[in-house]
């Protein structure tokens, strides 16, 4: 990279950019310019005999709109930072101005963000002013994973249903949102294709899906001697200090065909939600997980 940073390379920029405006003013000028003798001349195109394509100048007033470009190139060269290492007649930077940007936009929010930290969750949820603060925020750094109206997507939790992996408690909501959670379903294909095949109509039935009652009884005993209920509970209904899910709800993340459900059993799943505190602060942590409880309080 030392190679860039030598006088070659200022004054290589500082003549490609003159002589490129310079070079668009001279053929608007050339192209503005009546043929000599008065005669126009002609492209040497001709149709049907005696219609010929003449080599007119450009209208005046376009050819001025062309100029003021090039006027306005040079000047703004002349004020600005433009040609290599030239700082420009009024010495602007963009060295910090994010910064400076972002310090200040704090500032102007810090009031209020003060007054919605001295709210519970439950009260900023039903606060107006608070909840579409929350709503930008959301639309900002969480619609993408969860979408726009909260109801998530195939490997993406639904917000909205008030159905919670890790629990739904207002202190809980923050926590995920703050630090994380990394869910994880351990592969079982160990276990043979028959008892999976046998766990699946067990799950499925679970959810009063339609499955053969035979494997049903055999997932059934399975469930409980294999481990799965050491995770989802022996009444299957999940335990959210674990991120284990509830499988008799109906809320499928990944899909609740049969042969998805073989898939998820056999080699497991991995989710991960980020954690937010370090990059938005307590305070946006705090406003969003009132704007995350108020989708799921909808439901109810």
Not at 251 to 256: N, R
Not at 260 to 270: L, M
Request: hydrophobic share 40%; charged share 20%.
């Amino acid at each position: 990279m030392n190679d860039f940073v030598n006088q070659f390379w200022n004054w290589y920029v500082i003549l490609l950019v003159l002589v490129s405006i310079i070079a668009c003013g001279v053929l608007l000028w050339m192209q503005s310019v009546p043929p000599t003798g008065g005669k126009l001349d002609t492209t040497g195109h001709v149709w049907d005999e005696t219609l010929e394509e003449y080599n007119n100048p450009l209208p005046k007033w376009w050819m001025w709109l062309f100029y003021i470009t090039v006027i306005f190139s040079l000047v703004y060269c002349a004020l600005y930072p433009t040609l290599g290492s030239y700082q420009g007649m009024l010495g602007w930077s963009s060295s910090g101005q994010l910064a400076k940007e972002l310090t200040k936009a704090e500032e102007q929010s810090r009031p209020l963000y003060d007054k919605y930290m001295k709210m519970d969750l439950q009260a900023l949820a039903a606060d107006k002013e608070g909840n579409e603060t929350g709503k930008r925020l959301y639309l900002t750094y969480c619609m993408q994973c969860h979408g726009a109206d909260g109801r998530g997507s195939k490997g993406f939790p639904n917000l909205a249903d008030n159905d919670w992996q890790w629990g739904g408690e207002p202190a809980v909501i923050v926590e995920t949102i703050s630090a994380g959670r990394m869910g994880m379903m351990p592969p079982h294909a160990q276990l043979g294709a028959e008892t999976i095949k046998d766990l699946a109509n067990y799950v499925r039935s679970l959810s009063g899906m339609p499955a053969d009652s035979l494997r049903v009884s055999k997932g059934q005993e399975a469930f409980n001697s294999v481990g799965c209920s050491g995770c989802h509970g022996p009444d299957a209904k999940g335990v959210h200090a674990m991120g284990a899910p509830n499988l008799t709800d109906k809320i499928w993340l990944y899909g609740s065909s049969e042969a998805t459900i073989i898939e998820t059993i056999t080699k497991g799943r991995t989710n991960q939600m980020p954690a937010w505190k370090e990059f938005l602060g307590e305070e946006k942590v705090h406003v969003l997980a009132a704007y995350v409880l108020s989708l799921g309080a909808g439901s109810k």
